[in-house]
């Protein structure tokens, strides 16, 4: 079943609209001379750990560390954990243990389990 023209186009425009409202409301609710509150500061120094944390455990749900098959992970988690205590660069510290884990997977651990 395919939608129509208007269909398509209220769609978009719903689109458009829940984005926009997404991104313009915070500065609408706590504008740049007035200062935001304790909990808003708060959240904004805690919530970046939490979401880090949330998504590496969604990665890991599915690694099984008793086989061969979490093996990729664990080592691309330690060329991690040890490219950002060395260069303290998070783009650096994603993008070779995202690099080095496609490798490894991709060619080392290619017919593992």
């Known amino acids: 079943m395919t939608m129509t023209t208007a269909q398509s186009v ?7 609209l829940g984005t926009m409202t997404t991104r313009f409301l ?3 609710i706590f504008p ?3 200062t935001p509150p304790r909990y808003i500061t708060y959240l904004s120094t805690v919530l970046p750990y939490a979401v880090i944390g949330l998504l590496v ?17 664990g080592i691309a988690i330690s060329l991690i954990f040890f490219l950002h205590k060395w260069k303290k660069n998070t783009l650096l510290s ?3 243990g995202t690099i080095f884990y496609m490798f ?3 060619t080392i ?3 593992s389990p």
């Open 32 to 34: 740049e001379a007035k």
């Open 104 to 106: 490894l997977v991709q």
């Open 26 to 28: 915070p500065f609408l």
């Open 10 to 16: 209220l769609t978009i425009l719903a689109v458009v």
């Open 109 to 111: 651990f290619r017919g």
């Open 94 to 96: 994603i993008g070779g």
């Open 57 to 73: 455990v969604y990665c890991l749900k599915d690694a099984v560390f008793s086989s061969l098959h979490g093996l990729p992970e």
